[in-house]
């Protein structure tokens, strides 16, 4: 696992010209039209090349931008499938880099305190059933991978089980 740094160099409305502001890994340009359209990483591990990552839904699969004074956030992860292959995600302004085709890396992102987080999860977490974290994220709105951490520290406390397999990623409420 390696950290980076994210830094968002400029917004424009096309492609062309930002080749020539991605000079480092984890510079980015974020391309608006509108609505935001692709987001272009320098690739973080150094390998030098761009990745553009879609951000508008009406061209297929779409990564969220989330940008407040917490900085630029990318969900879900980034995941090369040709050259470095490179598996990253963008959490707060950090780039983490994992290594070895993992991601199951407990807590990877910046130190956060989720204690009142955990507890407005907790309280609106349905009774009974397995809910991914993305879905209870959406109805606080809050940033993703903010819950799934508070998600974790609720499941080390015993008070939700995270699904196994296939279900990984959702979690049920442990009855009182
Ligand atoms: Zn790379």
Redesign the pocket.
């Known amino acids: 696992m390696k950290r980076g740094r994210i830094n968002l160099k400029a917004e424009v409305a096309s492609r062309g010209g930002v080749t020539d502001l991605l000079q480092e890994p984890g510079d980015a340009v974020l391309i608006q039209r509108g609505v935001p359209r692709w987001l272009v990483i320098k ?1 973080p ?3 030098g ?1 761009e990745i553009p990552v879609n951000l508008d839904k009406r061209a297929g699969k779409a990564w969220r931008l989330y940008r407040d004074a917490s900085g630029v956030t990318l969900f879900p992860s980034v995941w ?1 499938d040709t ?2 292959e ?1 598996h990253f995600i963008i959490w707060r302004d950090q780039i983490v880099t994992f290594g070895g085709g993992t991601s199951s890396a407990n807590s990877p992102g910046p130190s956060l305190d989720v204690t009142d987080l955990a507890r407005r999860v907790l309280a609106i977490w349905p009774e009974g059933a397995l809910v991914s974290y993305v879905e209870i994220a959406d109805r606080l709105g809050e940033i993703p991978w903010d819950v799934q951490e508070a998600c974790w520290r609720l499941v080390s406390g015993g008070l939700l089980v995270e699904g196994r397999g296939d279900a990984r990623g959702t979690f049920r409420k442990v009855r009182a």
Request: with cysteine; glycine share 22%; aromatic share 0%.
């Open positions: 690739c591990c150094g390998c090349e090369r050259g470095c490179a």
